[in-house]
């Protein structure tokens, strides 16, 4: 049997639900409430990908997403993700992607305003495209 892939989500509680019900099928999934809790997981748990959206317990998705990256975990594909409509608007959603990436994510994936069957689509291929082969 393969071992499946696993990927670190920091979300708050709503957009984490969503997630695990949208990826779990894919990949096994740990959930992060804090940076704390996500940079202790990377140290000791093997990672594959993290899944970080736009803000959690008490951080926000570009500056998380710059920290990992001055860490040994700087080569774990990250993906940003807006998976709840919030107080943001699609423009500002778009000059967060051009940053997330310039920062080293591979992709800002916005499925918050996607049903869960084209939001499962959408994801499923972000996870394809950026996880490593096993």
Same mark, same amino acid.
């Given at each position: 049997m393969a071992v499946r892939q696993r990927a670190l989500v920091t979300a708050q509680l709503p957009a984490w639900t969503r997630l695990e019900r949208l990826v779990s099928p894919v990949v096994d999934l740990i959930h992060a409430h804090t940076s704390d809790e996500a940079f202790n997981t990377l140290e000791r748990e093997p990672i594959d990908l993290i899944i970080c959206t736009i803000a959690f317990e008490d951080s926000r998705m570009i500056e998380f997403l710059q920290a990992v990256k001055r860490t040994p975990s700087a080569s774990i594909p990250f993906i940003c993700c807006r998976a709840l409509p919030g107080v943001l608007s699609d423009n500002m959603v778009e000059h967060m992607r051009e *940053? $997330? %990436?310039? $920062?080293? =994510? %591979? =992709? @800002? %994936?916005?499925? *918050? #305003? @996607?049903? /869960? /069957? #084209?939001a499962r689509s959408v994801l499923k291929s972000a996870l394809t495209a950026s996880l490593p082969s096993k």
């Open positions: *940053a $997330c %990436v310039q $920062c080293g =994510a %591979v =992709a @800002l %994936v916005d499925i *918050a #305003k @996607l049903d /869960d /069957d #084209k």
